[in-house]
């Protein structure tokens, strides 16, 4: 008779849902927005080196500036202690050196008062003034009027159902261009505009550019996110084709954009439902079919553990360092989807993930994340400098213990009333 023991492991249990896991997020949050509040400036806040120090003759730059604001918001609303004077620097800077005195809107940087007006900055932009308004701070309600404004006088594309793309700083030659990844976060911010302004338009027009740019799209692409189009939406593929490092319009596909699509429609589907709207069937499968995509091109696609950063019209990787930002995308939509269906897999990606971070990312020596690191899990500059970049990471640290709807601010204050 054979009494030899065979052990049965039990189901796994939610990291998402053990408080000490919890801690941990926490502590790691905490650790980010420290280092990062070395990046504060005069005119707003600048790219900090891998030191978490400051270059000779910093510039302060927009999209820093909102991206900090916003997350200083975040720290502000959960009761952390120094995020809040943060939070009204950046509005302050925002409303003044940063903003065209001349014909509105937001430049580049404080320096740069002829340079071209993105829709990716404004949308971190309206992100950054909802979630001071929501964190209380002063001046960020005229913040948020001013870039509600400047969004609808220039940005939105009613026709196209989607943003233009950019403009000359007198609002004059518009771009032969239209973007994925300006308009992805133009979801994010759609969906936390209809939130604090109580504005379910803005919730509609987060859906019309998810249904060009997903469904329509990337559906019939099996779920490779297409990056770059022309004004009349037809893919083109040979856009930058000598620039497969480009930080902002790299050439070919970004698996990360793959994850972050997903849960940004998986969070698109709760809050219609939640506002009483019809959701269609297809933001969850399209979500789902996004990520499947997201390890079938990125995961380990060199034979090394880690999401690369591009891939071409083959499937095959570009360039195969691994930026931060990808795998704290990744990290946010396997705990969506994993709060969406309670299905284990996803929990074992949102493990595998964390550990990828934690072993090769997290940097424990000179403090935050490397920004990118090679397949080897090497830090690496091939794409990114220093450390400039607190958005991502921050974010993967809050998202994956909070409810899927509503955004991120809004569902931060309700939690901690």
């Not at 993105?118 to 960020?140: I, K, M, R, T």
């Not at 799209?217 to 040979?238: C, G, L, M, Q, T």
């Not at 084709?241 to 050439?251: C, G, I």
């Amino acid at each position: 008779m054979d009494n030899a023991f065979a052990y049965v492991a039990p189901p796994l249990c939610a990291w998402i849902d053990n408080p000490r896991h919890s801690h941990w997020l926490d502590t790691q949050g905490q650790r980010l927005l420290d280092f990062s509040k070395q990046s504060k400036v005069t005119n707003g806040f600048a790219a900090l080196d891998d030191h978490g120090e400051l270059t000779a003759d910093p510039v302060a730059e927009t999209i820093i500036t909102a991206r900090m604001t916003h997350a200083y918001a975040l720290g502000a609303i959960i009761g952390l202690p120094g995020c809040m004077p943060l939070v009204e620097h950046g509005v302050t800077a925002l409303l003044g050196p940063l903003r065209d005195p001349v014909n509105d809107g937001w430049l580049p940087d404080a320096a740069d008062v002829c340079g071209r007006k993105l829709a990716y900055v404004h949308a971190f932009v309206g992100l950054a003034a909802s979630s001071a308004c929501v964190a209380g701070a002063q001046n960020a309600g005229v913040l948020l009027d001013a870039i509600v404004d400047v969004l609808e006088r220039h940005f939105w594309s009613e026709s196209e159902g989607a943003m233009r793309e950019s403009f000359a700083a007198d609002w004059g030659d518009e771009e032969h261009y239209r973007g994925a990844n300006s308009n992805m976060h133009s979801v994010e911010m759609c969906m936390a505009l209809a939130d604090v302004l109580d504005a379910p338009l803005w919730r509609e027009r987060a859906l019309r550019i998810a249904t060009r740019v997903i469904h329509v799209h990337a559906r019939a692409n099996h779920y490779r996110v297409a990056e770059h189009f022309d004004p009349s939406w037809h893919i083109d593929k040979a856009y930058n084709q000598d620039k497969s490092t480009d930080d902002l319009r790299p050439f070919g596909m970004t698996p990360g954009h793959f994850f972050e699509w997903s849960h940004l429609l998986v969070k698109l589907e709760a809050a219609l439902l939640a506002n009483g709207k019809e959701a269609p069937a297809w933001l969850f499968q399209d979500a789902v079919g996004l990520f499947n995509a997201g390890i079938e091109t990125g995961w380990a696609a060199d034979g090394q553990p880690g999401i690369v950063y591009t891939i071409g019209w083959d499937d095959r990787p570009c360039v195969k360092n691994r930026a931060h930002w990808v795998q704290a995308e990744a990290i946010t939509a396997a705990a969506t989807l994993l709060k969406r269906t309670g299905d284990i897999q996803y929990e074992d990606w949102y493990r595998s993930f964390w550990n990828y971070v934690d072993q090769h990312v997290i940097d424990r020596q000179l403090g935050s994340w490397h920004n990118e690191v090679d397949p080897q899990g090497k830090p690496s500059r091939q794409v990114y400098q220093g450390k400039a970049d607190l958005y991502h990471a921050y974010q993967a640290t809050l998202t994956p213990t909070l409810p899927v709807t509503p955004s991120i601010a809004t569902v931060l204050a309700r939690c901690n009333r």
